[in-house]
């Protein structure tokens, strides 16, 4: 089952589907047609069965005229997969039957040994040249510093955040690019950098948001001091740490399951703030990212 790392950068793609030909573009090299827009496009790619053929992502992309010129498949790949240079062209070859445009696959990892797997080139077909997808990884992740740059694709700037946290920079451009999103996003972008980050740049980032240091403080940062983070901090002096951090890990997946629209019964919610057990509170963190009903955090 997918986890909440895996969802939330599938959630980029949702979000912002031009983030898929900017990285593209701008972190890997590649050329792109000239496109004046990005859409999402049907990640369902199954033609026979049983089995099922779906990928994460798929962003097209469309000239003035509202002719597709370009079909990106954005797959996240947590760990390495034998079975994904047998899946992955099904994937290429059953959007391109459906957009009837060229495609390119592009590869999200979250570390350097998935990354050189995936960069590993494959053959598909013995008379072609072995095949390789585009890959973004640790290693080519861009460290968005500019604050114009983060707020127009506030996507990235996650993603630099979550890959650069040593960098006071790039979690001053992801604090002020948290402010162009919707709001009940931020906090799950928010959580997904802090994830990320070690001690001491998670400290940096919990005081960037929370202390004002930077003249430039957003108002997200200050809107969330008065939240569930602050309050797990604040709960954190007067009981301890570890309490403050279960306090803030539950109000993070409250707030996850009603930005997903799942509702959230008063006993559920008992249940989930009551729960002092940090590693429990990750497990349902990362079932909060796929489940129907707050009550199936539990099973």
């Known amino acids: 089952m997918p986890g909440f790392d895996h ?3 599938v959630h980029l793609f949702h979000h912002h589907p031009e983030l898929a030909p900017a990285l593209l573009r701008d972190v890997i090299g590649e050329p792109l047609p000239d ?4 859409e999402l496009g049907c990640t369902d ?3 026979l069965k049983p089995k099922p053929f779906k990928s994460d992502d798929v962003v097209v992309l469309y000239d003035d005229r509202g002719d597709k010129v370009m079909a990106i498949i954005a797959e996240v790949q947590n760990d390495i997969d034998d079975h994904k240079p047998y899946s ?3 994937y290429v070859a059953m959007v391109r039957e459906v957009v009837k445009c060229p495609v390119r696959l592009l590869v999200l990892c979250p570390d350097r040994r998935v990354e050189g797997w995936a960069r590993t080139p494959f053959t598909v077909e013995t008379s072609l040249p072995p095949y390789t997808p585009a890959v973004m990884g640790l290693s080519n992740t861009p460290a968005v510093r ?7 694709l506030p996507e990235l700037a996650v993603l630099s955040a979550a ?9 001053k451009a992801a604090e002020a690019a948290l402010d162009t999103v919707p709001e009940d996003l931020r906090l799950i972008y928010y959580d997904f950098i802090e994830s990320k980050l070690s001690g001491a740049a998670r ?15 957003s108002d997200f940062a200050r809107k969330y001091v008065g939240q569930g983070r602050e309050e797990g901090l604040r709960e954190g002096e007067a009981r301890g740490e570890a309490r403050g951090e279960a306090r803030g890990k539950a109000e993070s997946i409250v707030r996850f399951l009603k930005a997903r629209k799942v509702p959230v019964t008063p006993a559920a919610r008992r249940r989930i703030t009551a729960c002092t057990d940090t590693e429990r509170l990750d497990t349902w963190l990362e079932r909060a990212a796929t489940v129907g009903r707050a009550d199936e955090l539990f099973d």
């Open 45 to 47: 790619h199954t033609r």
């Open 163 to 171: 890959a650069h946290g040593a960098d006071p920079g790039t979690l």
């Open 203 to 217: 400290q940096m980032w919990e005081e960037l948001m929370a202390t004002g240091t930077y003249e430039w403080q």
């Open 35 to 38: 496109h004046a827009r990005a």
């Open 88 to 90: 992955w062209p099904v």
């Open 7 to 9: 969802e939330l950068k």
């Open 146 to 152: 500019d604050i114009e740059r983060a707020r127009d």
